[in-house]
């Protein structure tokens, strides 16, 4: 890949010696403003055998201009302090997220962590996250948004209230594919959309995993600390996300089917519900934990009068468009040509310059949490520096994404208890 020399911009204010030159690749010309001090990144949860921080802190990582500098890594005080005297790389320890925040809260803005990013068990999302609003501290948080629809709604109006950034780590929004999926959905080149197919489906709750210990596992399964739905509320919400976010769509009714073939287990493991969507078009938002086999199968089909789309998560390099009567298309990311028969000339510039390296160098899961973490950074920098941010869902999902999120799954255990009536979810807050 060449490199392309481009005058960086810097903060308001910082010395003359640093207004240089920078020779930087196309990865930080994907709407970084590139500044000479890392973003500051405070970690909640991730000690001791946990699983999605480490994803996170590799894409926290991956463009020099963001880094990990502190963590409230366990909920035990004297663990958190040794989990974060053994991370790979220094950081500064807590006990507690309490002390990590009000330790930051009274400092000058240059000096606080700039976000958190919170990667805890559901039910330790709400309260760091309002904590750190409230501190004056950005917030990343992992899906689903909390508990419930009265901690969803206390973060949206804080968030809009106190003018803090926040986004909702759904991870898949952060493929390059999924991104130039929403752009073809949405620009029309499908024609009208009829009916999607967003499923998630794994095997590895297919025995009672949780009788051994298996961290990930045990809480998953517990109404107390994932939440109203087991397998809807991990990967559902997922599924969800995603059909709102390639098409533009809101679910308006469900039909919900929520069923645990595990015996023993108190949370569904087997998601189904029939949607119908704002545009008169149907849904399927189905997920499953007990098809043994499935590894990660997230994937969508979207079908429209025109045409359909495919993406599937596990090989998230591609879409396939299917057109009547003539071959497949196979779009690589990188390697698009606007103006080819099916693409407008117009294709955004900003969007074919999101992928990182030319097509064929792989990009995956850890690509994407990086480019959610770098599209985030942009509207923390802008926040930082007293000018208006919009955070619209269109790079990361929004906290309004994740209050739906929890909106649907409250939806759909209110359509089970009335054996999978129609039920109308609630139009948006
Ligand atoms: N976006 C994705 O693709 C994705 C994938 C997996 C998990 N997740 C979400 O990420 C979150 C974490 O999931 P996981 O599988 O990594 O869980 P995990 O059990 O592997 O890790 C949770 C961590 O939080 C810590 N913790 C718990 N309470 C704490 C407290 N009070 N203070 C500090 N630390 C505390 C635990 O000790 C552990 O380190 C969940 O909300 C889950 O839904 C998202």
Known sequence: MSHETIIVELAPGLSGALK????ITSVQRTGIHVMA?????GLVGGGKGAFIVHAHQKGIHFDGTRRVVAG?????????????????????GYGSYDEMIAANAGLPADDKLDYILIVTPNFVHY????????????????KP???????????????????????????????????????????????????????????????????????QASWRVDPTRAGASGCGGDIGTHALMQLRYVTGLEVTHVAAQMETFVEGRMLDDHFTVYCRLSNGGKALVRASQVCIG?????????????????????????ITIHLPNQPDRVYWRGAVSPGDGFLPKDVPADLLAEPTIPAGHSEGFHDAFARLHRSFESDVRTWKVGRPFNIDGSKYASVEDGWMGVAFIETCVKSKKKHGAWTAMPRGI
């Not at 240089?20 to 020779?23: K, N, Y």
């Not at 409230?72 to 500064?92: G, N, Q, R, S, T």
């Not at 994937?299 to 599937?312: D, K, P, V």
Request: hydrophobic share 40%.
């Open 20 to 23: 240089t030159i920078a020779r």
């Open 37 to 41: 001090k890392p973003l500051n990144v």
């Open 72 to 92: 409230a890594l366990f909920p035990d005080p004297k663990v958190a302090l040794e989990e974060a005297a053994a991370w790979p790389y220094p950081i500064k």
């Open 127 to 142: 309260d760091p996250a309002m904590k750190a609003m409230k501190a004056g501290i950005a917030v990343f948080c992992e």
């Open 145 to 215: 948004l909390c508990l419930n629809l009265k901690e969803a709604s206390g973060l949206v109006k804080t968030s809009r209230k106190l003018g803090v950034p926040f986004g909702v780590a759904h991870t898949y929004l952060g493929h390059w594919t999924s991104r130039f999926a929403r752009y073809i959905v949405r620009r029309g080149l499908l024609g009208d959309v009829r009916w999607v197919d967003s499923y998630y489906i794994q095997g590895w709750l297919a025995t009672r995993l949780e009788a051994t210990g298996q961290q």
């Open 294 to 318: 499935h590894k990660n199968d997230f994937g969508i089909a979207i079908a429209g009068t025109r045409g359909t789309l495919l993406w599937r998560q596990e090989e998230s390099e591609r």
